[in-house]
């Protein structure tokens, strides 16, 4: 007698229904001042772009991830080619250039490099075992990694997109911290991080001349307007200053759906996408944002218990730098929009409004799924049932 069992993590799916549920909202309170004449706008796109992810999510929980292994360097090259597209044929707007235009709608490919990104490192550490690597070994396996991590950083930084290029490093330096590599090769790398941090604080307070060289016009608004937004309200700190008076007067509980002042206003650019927290904040309160991150925490737990339940360890590197990617962007996103983090084009996984970063965060979720559903406590997708 054949025995089978599904064990799939409904928890994961549930948590997914109710970001869902919030993006739509947000989006919906927070996209008024683009689409008065079409309420519901964007609102519909980002439902048609969750219905699309979620397909894509289904197919992936079918494929059996372990393919990807022999697919991983076709994924990495894709993606740095799709990269250089558009570095000579992208799309510019608001003074960057990341999009791809393919006629019915526009890609960003730095997003789905991420997910390729991800692939490829886990294929590289997943051949050294689980064994810590001797010194050599070690200097030799991270000389691959950030050889491999520096190609898309550059082809990303030059867009210019900070955010995603931040991401790019956080997905290596994760991945890194968990693989096999010697602790005396990983404090190193992040002694040199905070070197790095450390002199660029130095030069901003001492040399501002020099500081002011090392970013593009644009960029140093954004600084001047995260470390000081009150004194450039009228201009550099005007969207930061706005999102923390909004978040402010939400108080405990918030003003309710569709009732924030500086929102419906119009005060907060990009309220539905980079700055859809101040929705939350200011239309729900302490309690409605409390919500949200726990929301956030209890997806990353799952995913972490995926990946110390597997015994596939490239199922596990996946898993990582899935955490990786998703804890930085969440961090980041509300970080800069309560003024503690420098402004960024990062988005808020699974509630901001656009396509590829959302179809992209579905598609790593049906990638955990995939591994979790194919770990060695479920037989569904083995290809030998248990015998009774």
């Not at 550490?125 to 070994?137: P, V």
Request: net charge positive; with cysteine.
């Amino acid at each position: 007698m054949k025995q089978k069992k599904y064990n799939l993590d409904y928890s994961i799916i549930t948590i997914l229904f109710l970001l869902f549920l919030i993006s739509l909202a947000a989006i919906y309170s927070g996209s008024g001042q683009y689409a008065q004449s079409q309420p519901y706008y964007f609102v519909i796109r980002q439902a048609i772009w969750y219905i699309f992810g979620i397909l894509i999510m289904l197919a992936v929980i079918f494929f059996d991830y372990e393919l990807l292994k022999k697919q991983a360097f076709k994924l990495y090259a894709i993606g740095v080619i799709l990269l250089m597209g558009v570095h000579f044929f992208g799309v510019f707007r608001n003074g960057s250039q990341r999009w791809l235009n393919l006629g019915v709608f526009e890609i960003q490919p730095s997003e789905f490099m991420k997910i390729f990104l991800i692939i490829y490192l886990a294929v590289l550490l997943e051949r050294h075992g689980n064994r810590k690597l001797s010194l050599k070994m070690s200097i030799q396996l991270t000389i691959k990694v950030i050889a491999a991590t520096f190609i898309p950083f550059i082809f990303i930084f030059m867009q210019p997109d900070l955010g995603s290029a931040l991401i790019i490093l956080a997905i290596a330096f994760t991945m890194i911290i968990v693989s096999s590599i010697s602790i005396k090769v990983i404090l190193p790398i992040l002694f040199t991080m905070v070197a790095f941090i450390a002199g660029l604080v130095f030069l901003y307070a001492y040399y501002i001349d020099v500081f002011t060289r090392l970013f593009q016009s644009h960029q140093m608004d954004r600084i001047y307007g995260w470390l000081d937004p009150a004194q450039y309200a009228s201009d550099y700190g005007y969207q930061l200053q706005q999102a923390i008076m909004g978040i402010g007067s939400g108080q405990l509980s918030g003003a309710g759906f569709n009732q924030g002042m500086q929102i419906q206003n119009g005060n907060v650019p990009e309220a539905h996408t980079d700055f859809i927290f101040t929705v939350i904040g200011e239309e729900y309160g302490f309690i409605g944002a409390s919500i949200l991150i726990l929301l956030y925490f209890l997806l990353l737990y799952r995913i972490t218990k995926v990946a110390y339940e597997t015994d596939n360890l490239f199922g596990v590197y996946l898993c990582v730098g899935i955490i990786g990617i998703l804890a930085f962007q969440v961090f980041q996103n509300i970080a800069m929009t309560i003024g503690l983090m420098p402004i960024t084009g990062i988005t808020l996984p699974f509630i901001s409004y656009g396509g590829s970063s959302l179809v992209t965060n579905l598609l790593m979720i049906g990638l955990v799924i995939s591994i979790q559903i194919r770990s060695s406590n479920d037989y569904l997708f083995r290809k030998k049932a248990i015998s009774e």
